[in-house]
């Protein structure tokens, strides 16, 4: 098909344009040949007649479809020229918001001029895995391309970064050495990266300034080669800079600035520190004030601060630092140094010494001011004879001024680079290395002078070493793919480097003009006119002009000024203000300044590459003597090139979009201004040459399949399915090319297939739309055949219905009025009916009501009249009643005072009062008998409780009687007294009585009155009240609701934000546990190899040295024991390695010391409150309890007796059988019982079982005794406990039945005690009151001796209190120690029959084998069988079998083939059951001994083994004995769901609590390593399972592609296929190991939550960065992946709450791929849907969304500016990719295990044997 075939109408094509430089255009009418115009209709509406006449003006450029543009790479493009590539530059930049673009080798970096969030540490780490080369276009991408190429091919690399100023040159190279630093980071301490990074800092404040295009431009180009080891980590650096524009220190432009360093000096002026620089302003210099001195978004103070840090990171201490700084100050004050003139000519000129500035620059330096000031002005010439001293003009003092401060900052300059040489020479060897070149582009101004030639020269050599490099890449992709190569035209700008370099070239007539002694510029022009004019097509000379000369450049052609290239070139400084610098005072300035002092450190580092170039390096002539600038920088440049040639180049082309520096603008003419000037278009130009379309023969038979035929199918051969389609379809041969593994196409021959493959489907759309539409118009006949049917039935049946329905209704009515009729004649007659009865019951009523009246009034009438009867009746009476009371009262107190006067005559007389008090002094001395009585019963032990009860009952009836007695007499005394003055006031009463209760009568009546009233006033209160109430109540109830709604949603809130504090919390620890662990395993490794290193070195004198076969390896390494210290060989260890490894036991044993410490103050300060406590109820109780003190001490007594006489009975059966024992060791022929034997061993170990047990009851002892006392003083309270106490305790059945047996018992103990202390306490009551009643009587004589009576009672009260208390602690112990003697005892004698036994035997024995007749004793004896223990569920071993223990238990144990019928969790079980035997000993150092062992085993044995069988073993095991510790700790909340066995198995004496924080670190550092397992299983599987490989086959399957794939690239040839079954197998062999090990659910299924989240993170940040998997295929086939692993997850029944939260950003990416994205509807379905992705990760996926066929459209900004406007509220972090190694903190609920201790049986496999059961 030939080319204008394709300009049919509506063919879309690009015209030129002078603002644009192309615009799209659509044509109006087909193209014939032969035509001399094409119509076309632009975008605007605009119609044009495009001039075409071929070959001079050919046809317009076609365009692309649209579903082709926004490629990732430009060469992946149908038709490639520059209108395209400017289109698709723009369309990503702006549209896309991509700055990076491929063009083949090349990185398109286009500035935004704006921070974009995609240099962060997740995007290295993104770029940095494996397959990197698919994601989108990136600086990381190049420079992990750099580092793979290094480490596979073993070779050198290089990436070459250009640009014009304010491209973002320095920036891309600055984020390529990070991402070396990262990526690469030295091994050691030495922080070669970090000195890396550094050197940023420095070299932009010391060579970037301001332009009016950059604010950060650097003005010098530099090479920085980093070096790596033979590992691929950084060992060291160098750096090489180029042509340093030295002019920018003495002038700039308008709008630009000197270096950042000077106004950075400037901004700490007021810093007292700096005073002695003698700075101000930047606006105070003239060096510094002739631009801006300001930059908007920048702090110079901040920046100064940076740039110190950074000389001090790179070892430049404060004193050099000190010396810059006053070398630049120097330089600032020397530009403000004024050179004045004595004449008006200016022909001499000279300096005041006393100017400031002169002043502050020589004290600065060091040098003689007078000096200084001299040859400022003044210039040495020396002939052969003489030396003059001669005057210089104003000007060229001037000049000479400038030209030194350039040499001053050139040589600092050079001096800085040295030191940043030095800081990063490489320690190690350096085994390859990466160089990063940031170059000047192509510049072109206005006025170009003597450095944009030596730029646009540069870039001359760097685009003939590309142009070379492109070609030799296009030559071996053809050769690899063995198609016939044919030579491609390409520009060569050889001739023009030869018009540059080359003998009697511009540089070497440059500097034969310098040699001559009046040399101008002028002249140097005039020789190259003659030279080069007419002569070299690359040369021109400008018509208006004799001083300027063009050089047609690759790029472009550019006049270059000739005037000051000579000045320039020489770069000239006068000798004589040198050599004052050479003799300053300071050592550095004078150093500085020496010849060849600077080269000689700048080259300290050599280059270590030595390289050869094949093209002869230039020699300079033999007539130069001094280099010039020119000379030097063409040296430097050919040594660059040859460094370059040397490496595999990679290459980075930044462009500026626009003068503006604005965001996110596109300027299309400086864009294709800058691509002419960067190479791109030649590498486009020089592809589109040859076959630029490539594909694979997989993906072209994926996407093109649609236009097979049948015949053209060979079965099992896609190569000549290709091959038979393509010649069908493409008739010219020689626009294709069959390659090895690849189809290579012209330009244009993909879109001429897509437009083909567009054609078919849109066939085959309209074949399916015709068979659609003739379905839809039949079923709907067939719909209205079937409703019109329908409608003719329903109407026939409603008429029918109808007259039915009226005929009804007829009879209906003759019915109504029937039943109408009835209803009101019935309706009459009852009216009538009840209006006679009305009549009748009034009637009758009027005289019922009559008569009651009357009976009614003659009731009243007879009730008054007995009323008025009694009550005179009554009032007779009283008158009665009254006067003879007070006869009998006048009678009786004259009686009364009679008889009160004989009493008092007979109370004074002593007889009577002897007579008194001769009972009471009786009593007294019964009462000190009584006690004494008591006191001889205590003493002789006996019980007569209830005879003393008895004797005391009738003792104090005799005492009530007496009492009695005397209160009897004493009332009838006081009687007599009072008699009449009580009738006198009785009369008084009864007359007041009789007033008041007439005055009392009246105001009855009255207040009754008022009381209605009141009561009615009340009534109406209250109702209005109540109402008022019920309208409260409700507004209460509604504002309480809303209280709590408030409160609810509060709560929630705050119980939120609690838990994500926690979890953070949680997160926090668990990281600093993982890098605990890191720190720990970096830590191990030093160690190791330390003692690898010894151990070598010792071996190697001393060979093989072996420890004993006792001594266990886990002892050594004991982590936590602080009570064992193993024995170290001195001739392994040196003495400071034991002190680091105490230091090392001594910081892991404070927190648990410590612990100790706080343990045993708590139990000081309980023991001071319990005894304080204990005091206080002795002494408050002493008297309420001596009687029942009394009883215990008689029953302790007897008990105490018999206790002695067992005691001493104990002691002599335990000296009969030491006896005995003796004997039998003694007898001959007997077996001998020795020290070591097995039978003493026996003895001595059941010896030691009953001593141990002796002390266990002995705390036990002591614990109730601690008890008792508190009891005593709780009694009361405990007493009062109620049920509904019981209920509070977690409404559990089984607290309450041991609360019931509990509180039974307690009532059973203290019935005795409650009843004797309540008849004790009455009896104290009534003796008191009886002692104050005689108090009373006898106030005189009888108190000093009831009170010495009632003191001494007290005394012996306590006294026997604390006797019975003393007797009972003494009866607890001896009947603890008789009990364990006792027991000790039997096994004793048990041991001793047994030993007699055997001894029989073999006497026995002896006897028969000599005739003697058998023994039947011994056979009866032998017959008796020993019943079966009951386990206790304990384990018990000897202390020797410790390392054996671990070594079968945890180092020999093999979790990949565990034995059968292991129960889970078997490890753990049998560590607790020897835990719990230590706790039953009370053997603490065997508790510490064994887990600190345990811990550290299970460390050691991860440390060995990296599996993950391993990992998941231990830590369910670690996890099950965690939950032993809690189960059987005691605590009330972990003994609920024991069951009945597993109650009496809780630890009795040691608190393990501080384990349990020991356990679950251990739990959470092997559960980080398993989760790590897990994600570096399934990282490789990810990416190709979930999103590469296709689950089901589509037509739209793959996007066309250029298939030039990159270094990181996948290759499907070389890596397995992995599919979403290989992650599902993956998930079911973790989940089924974790099974099998007994994992807790909880924990499967965090782990699991962990696992499912890196799979979600890896696919969402590959969706992220790969534009070619964001399509709508791509979402069906994620949503079908999804569902799979949903299902995977509803088969295995893991219902964890966070699984399925994980994938929720997956589901809404793929709802996002699979939506329309057009309307405001679907963007507020978006923003609705999307909460579990980022504000970020929405727009960049509508960004990357990508068409596959015609009829798809891409998102429009539109829509998605909407979406940010939605979403700009939501505040979510903007940070664009999943966080992959962020993990979620890990708990570990209790889990109780329901399997009993006592059934755990060991597997003989375990080799366990010597593990006891208890």
Not at 613 to 626: M, T, V
Not at 986 to 1001: D, G, I, P, V
Not at 1300 to 1307: M, Q, R, T, V
Request: glycine share 4%.
């Amino acid at each position: 098909m030939s080319s204008p075939d394709l300009y049919n109408k509506g063919v879309r094509v690009w015209i030129p344009d002078d603002d644009e430089v192309f615009v799209s255009a659509v044509v109006t009418r087909a193209y014939n040949d032969g035509d001399n115009c094409l119509h076309l209709e632009r975008e605007d509406g605009q119609v044009v007649e495009y001039a075409v006449s071929p070959p001079h003006k050919p046809l317009p450029f076609l365009r692309n479809p649209d579903f082709l543009v926004g490629e990732n790479d430009l060469t992946s493009l149908s038709y490639l020229h520059e209108p395209a590539v400017l289109y698709n530059l723009r369309l990503r930049f702006l549209d896309a918001g991509s700055i990076y673009t491929y063009c083949g080798i090349v990185l398109v970096a286009l500035n935004p001029y704006e921070e974009l969030p995609i240099y962060g540490d997740d995007m290295i780490l993104a770029y940095s895995q494996e397959g990197s080369g698919d994601m989108d276009p990136h600086v990381f991408a190049v420079a992990q391309e750099a580092f793979t190429q290094m480490a596979r091919d073993q070779r050198n690399q290089s990436i070459i970064v250009s640009g014009e100023s304010g491209a973002g040159k320095t920036v891309s190279a600055k984020y390529a050495m990070r991402y070396f630093a990262v990526v690469g980071g030295s091994t050691g301490n030495t922080n070669v990266e970090e000195k890396v990074l550094a050197s940023n800092p420095i070299m932009e404040a010391i060579g970037n300034a301001k332009t009016t295009r950059n604010d950060n431009s650097s003005r010098f180009g530099k090479y920085i080669e980093i070096g790596f080891s033979s590992s691929y980590h950084i060992v060291g650096a160098s750096m090489r800079t180029y042509l340093l524009e030295k002019s920018r220190v003495v002038f700039q432009a308008e709008q630009e600035r000197n270096y950042h360093v000077f106004y950075q000096l400037c901004a700490c002026a007021d810093n007292p520190q700096y005073d002695d620089l003698v700075l101000g302003r930047a606006e105070d210099f003239v060096y510094t004030n002739h631009g801006a001195t300001m930059i908007g978004s920048v702090d110079d103070g901040e920046e100064f601060e940076k740039t110190c840090k950074a000389f001090s990171l790179l070892g430049i201490d404060a004193a050099h630092q000190r010396n810059i700084f006053k070398i630049l100050s120097a330089v600032l004050h020397l530009g403000n140094v004024r050179i004045a003139s004595n004449d008006k000519d200016g022909d001499n000129s000279f300096v005041n010494r006393a100017d400031p500035h002169l002043k502050a620059f020589a004290h600065l330096l060091g040098l003689e001011r007078d000096q200084m000031a001299q040859w400022l002005c003044h210039r040495k010439i020396c002939t052969t004879s003489e030396t003059y001293v001669k005057p210089i003009l104003c000007t060229e003092a001037r000049n000479a001024r400038d030209a030194l401060a350039k040499h001053m900052y050139a040589c600092l300059f050079k001096w800085i680079i040295s030191q940043i040489n030095r800081a990063l020479r490489s320690a190690g060897k350096e085994h390859s290395s990466i160089g990063v070149l940031d170059i000047y582009g192509f510049e072109t101004f206005e006025m170009n002078s003597f450095e944009q030639f030596c730029i646009n020269y540069a870039n001359e050599k760097l685009q003939q070493q590309f142009n070379l490099h492109v070609f030799k890449l296009e030559q071996e992709e053809y050769m690899r793919e063995e198609i016939p190569w044919t030579l491609i035209d390409f520009y060569d700008n050889q001739p023009c480097i030869d018009l540059i370099e080359d003998n009697l070239g511009i540089l070497d007539l440059l500097d034969e003009e310098c040699r001559m002694p009046k040399g101008t510029d002028q002249s140097w022009a005039l020789k190259m006119y003659e030279h080069h004019q007419n002569r070299n097509e690359h040369f021109e000379k400008p018509r208006m002009s004799n001083l300027a000369f063009v050089i047609v450049h690759f790029a472009d052609k550019v006049e270059y000024q000739c005037e000051s290239f000579l000045e320039k070139n020489k770069d000239t400084v006068y000798q004589e203000p040198i050599n004052i610098l050479k003799a300053s005072e300071s050592e550095f300035v004078a150093e500085l300044f020496q010849e060849g002092k600077v080269e000689t450190l700048a080259s300290n580092r050599a280059p270590r590459i030595t390289i050869r170039s094949a093209r002869p390096p230039f020699r300079a002539s033999k007539r130069e003597h001094k280099k010039t600038v020119g000379l030097q920088f063409r040296n430097s440049l050919q040594h660059l090139m040859e460094t370059l040639n040397a490496t595999t180049p990679h290459y980075i082309r930044c462009i500026n979009p626009n003068d503006d520096k604005l965001s996110f603008k596109f300027d299309s003419v400086r864009a294709a201004q800058q691509l002419r000037a960067c190479g791109v278009l030649e590498t486009i130009r020089i592809s589109a040459a040859g076959f630029p379309s490539r594909w694979m023969y997989e993906e072209f038979y994926d996407r093109y399949r649609i236009l097979l035929k049948s015949v053209y199918v060979v079965p099992g051969n896609i190569k000549l399915t290709v091959q038979n389609v393509l010649e069908d379809l493409i008739k010219k041969p020689d626009r294709f090319q069959f390659g090895k593994t690849k189809i290579l196409f012209r330009a244009g021959e993909v879109a001429f297939l897509e437009r083909l493959r567009s054609e078919h489907l849109n066939a085959a759309c309209v074949t399916v739309q015709r068979h659609v539409r003739g379905w839809l118009q039949r079923r709907r006949y067939i719909h209205l055949r079937r409703v019109t049917i329908n409608l003719q039935c329903l109407i026939r049946g409603k008429q029918a219905r109808r007259q039915a329905q009226l005929l009804r209704e007829l009879h209906a009515a003759i019915k109504i009025q029937a039943a109408y009729r009835r209803h009101m004649a019935r309706r009459w007659l009852l009216t009538l009916r009840k209006a006679t009865i009305t009549i009748q019951s009034f009637t009758r009523g009027m005289f019922a009501r009559c008569y009651y009246r009357e009976v009614l009034r003659e009731q009243k009438s007879i009730m008054i009249q007995s009323w008025v009867r009694g009550w005179l009746t009554r009032r007779k009476y009283l008158r009665v009643h009254t006067a003879v009371v007070f006869l009998q009262c006048c009678v009786r107190r004259m009686l009364a005072r009679r008889e009160l006067r004989s009493l008092r005559i007979e109370a004074r007389s002593v007889e009577h009062y002897k007579q008194l008090n001769s009972g009471m002094e009786n009593k007294v001395v019964q009462l000190q008998l009584k006690v004494n009585e008591q006191v001889r019963e205590n003493n002789s032990l006996t019980v007569r409780m209830v005879t003393k009860e008895t004797t005391m009952n009738a003792e104090i009836q005799q005492l009530h009687a007496e009492l009695e007695g005397l209160q009897q007499v004493l009332c009838k005394a006081r009687a007599t007294e009072h008699l009449a003055e009580e009738a006198l006031s009785l009369r008084e009463e009864l007359e007041k009585t009789e007033s008041n209760w007439q005055a009392e009568h009246e105001r009855a009546q009255s207040y009754k009155e008022e009381t209605d009233k009141m009561v009615a006033g009340l009534l109406e209160q209250t109702t209005l009240q109540r109402k008022e109430n019920e309208e409260l109540t409700h507004l209460l109830e509604d504002k309480e609701k809303q209280h709590l709604e408030a409160m609810e949603t509060r709560l929630a809130e705050e119980t939120r934000k609690l838990q994500h504090d926690l979890q953070e919390e949680r997160s926090r620890h668990q990281g600093l546990l993982r890098e605990f662990s890191r720190l720990e395993q970096r830590h191990e490794n030093l160690r190791e190899e330390m003692d690898f290193v010894k151990t070598g070195s010792i071996g190697s004198r001393t060979g093989h040295t072996r420890s004993g076969s006792n001594v266990s390896s886990v002892e050594s390494e004991t982590a936590y024991s602080s009570h064992w210290t193993s024995e170290i060989d001195l001739s392994d260890w040196s003495r400071q390695e034991i002190q680091e490894v105490e230091l090392e036991k001594a910081a892991l044993e404070m927190p648990i010391v410590q612990r100790l410490r706080n343990y045993v103050r708590d139990l000081e300060m309980q023991l001071a409150t319990s005894k304080s406590a204990v005091e206080d109820v002795d002494s408050h109780s002493a008297g309420q309890l001596a009687g029942h003190h009394q009883e215990m001490n008689a029953y302790g007594a007897l008990k105490l007796q018999d206790l002695q006489k067992a005691n001493q009975q104990l002691k002599q059966d335990l000296e009969n059988l030491r006896v005995s024992l003796a004997d039998s060791s003694s007898a001959e022929n007997q077996l001998q019982v020795t020290p070591g034997s097995q039978p003493y061993q026996t003895v001595l170990a059941q010896l030691k079982v009953a001593m141990e047990e002796l002390d266990i009851r002995r705390d036990e002892v002591v614990k109730l005794k601690a008890e008792l006392i508190s009891n005593a003083s709780q009694q009361d309270a405990a007493m009062n406990i109620t049920l509904q106490n019981i209920d509070d305790l977690h409404g559990e059945e089984d607290l309450r039945n041991a609360y019931f047996k509990l509180y039974e018992a307690n009532s059973l103990m203290s019935t005795q005690l409650e009843r004797t202390v309540h008849q004790h306490e009455l009896q104290v009551d009534l003796l008191r009151r009886e002692a104050q009643a005689l108090r009373a009587e006898n106030h005189m004589q009888g108190q000093p001796q009831i009170g010495q009576a009632n003191g001494s009672l007290e005394q012996e009260i306590g006294r026997l209190t604390s006797v019975n208390l003393n007797l009972q602690e003494k009866i607890e112990f001896q009947e603890k120690l008789v009990r364990k003697v006792k027991k000790q005892v039997k096994i004793l004698n048990k041991k001793n029959k047994e030993l007699e036994g055997a001894a029989s035997l073999s006497s026995a024995g002896t006897t028969q084998a000599k005739g003697a007749p058998p023994n039947d004793n011994v056979v009866q004896q032998a017959a008796i069988q020993r019943k079966d223990k009951k386990f206790q569920g304990m384990l018990t071993y000897k202390a020797e079998f410790e390392g054996r223990l671990m070594n079968n238990l945890i180092f020999d144990l093999n979790t990949l083939e565990l034995p059968d019928g292991l129960v889970p969790g078997l490890p753990a079980y049998i560590l607790f059951m020897c835990v719990r035997y230590g706790d039953y000993t009370n053997d603490e150092s065997r508790i510490h001994s064994l887990l600190n062992a345990s811990i550290t085993g299970i460390k050691k044995v991860l440390k060995k083994n990296s599996s993950f069988e391993t990992r998941s073993f231990w830590l369910a095991n670690t996890c099950r004995l965690l939950h032993c510790f809690k189960q059987y700790s005691g605590d009330r909340e972990f003994l609920q769901p024991n069951g009945e066995s597993q109650q009496d198995y809780s630890l009795r004496n040691f608190d393990l609590s501080d384990y349990w924080n020991v356990l679950e670190t251990l739990a959470v550092q092997i559960y980080q390593q398993l989760t790590k397992i897990m994600e570096e299983t399934l990282q490789p599987l990810i990416v190709p399972g979930m999103l590469e490989t296709e689950s089901f086959s589509s037509v739209c399957s793959m996007k066309p592609s250029g298939a030039r794939k990159r270094t990181m690239s996948k290759s499907d040839l070389d890596s397995p296929a992995f599919t979403l079954s290989s992650i599902l197998r993956c998930l079911s062999t973790f989940c089924d190991t974790m099974d099998e090990h007994g994992m807790d659910p909880d924990v499967l299924g965090q782990t699991l939550r962990q696992a499912f989240y890196t799979l979600s993170a890896i696919t969402l940040n590959s969706l992220l960065l790969r534009r070619d998997l964001c399509s709508w295929n791509k979402g069906i086939q994620i949503r079908y992946n999804i569902s799979q692993l949903e299902e995977w997850l509803h088969k295995r029944r893991l219902k964890h709450g966070g699984l399925k939260a994980t994938l929720e950003p997956l589901i809404e990416v793929s709802q996002i791929l699979q939506l329309n994205k057009s309307t405001e509807k679907d963007a507020d379905s978006i923003s609705t849907f999307c909460s579990a992705l980022t504000t970020t990760q929405i727009v960049k996926i509508l960004h990357l969304y990508t068409p596959l066929n015609d009829g798809e459209e891409r998102v429009k900004v539109a829509f998605i500016r909407m979406i940010e406007a939605r979403l700009k509220d939501r505040g979510n972090s903007t940070q664009l990719l999943m966080d992959t190694k962020w993990t979620y903190p890990v708990e570990f609920p209790f889990n109780p295990s329901p399997v009993c201790l006592e059934t755990i049986q060991i597997p003989k496999s375990l080799n366990l044997t010597f593990l006891t059961r208890v």
